[in-house]
């Protein structure tokens, strides 16, 4: 079973960038899709990207679309999460996800 570890959370300011990586342990086979997901406090979990693993399909919610990007980088396991514009409402925790596995989350804060 694949094991996920998400890591580059932070403080940022309102308007900065910052990259997170969920780093996989195990086989992302050619049918899955990785998942990024956000709490924020006292909020439900909510979808905020994904990627195909075999076509590189992304796909956004509405409230990052323009802002995030996904990367796969199937050499290193990896899937990236590159945020820009970052706003208050950004903060959470993020937490990677395929097939049903969750990393243990990392937190970003957006405050001035």
């Known amino acids: 079973q694949v094991q996920l570890v998400e890591s580059g959370g932070g403080l940022v300011q309102p308007g900065d960038s910052l990259t997170l990586t969920c780093t996989a342990s195990?086989?992302?086979?050619?049918?899955?899709?990785v998942f990024w997901y956000r709490q924020a406090p006292g909020k439900e979990r909510e979808f905020v990207a994904s990627v195909k693993w075999r076509d590189n399909i992304k796909v956004y919610s509405d409230s990052v679309k323009g802002r995030f990007t996904i990367y796969r980088n199937a050499a290193k396991n990896t899937v990236d999460l590159e945020m820009t514009k970052l706003k208050s409402e950004d903060t959470a925790v993020y937490f990677c996800?395929?097939?049903?596995?969750w990393g243990q989350g990392t937190r970003v804060a957006v405050s001035s």
């Open positions: 195990g086989t992302i086979y050619s049918s899955d899709r």
């Open positions: 996800n395929v097939n049903s596995v």
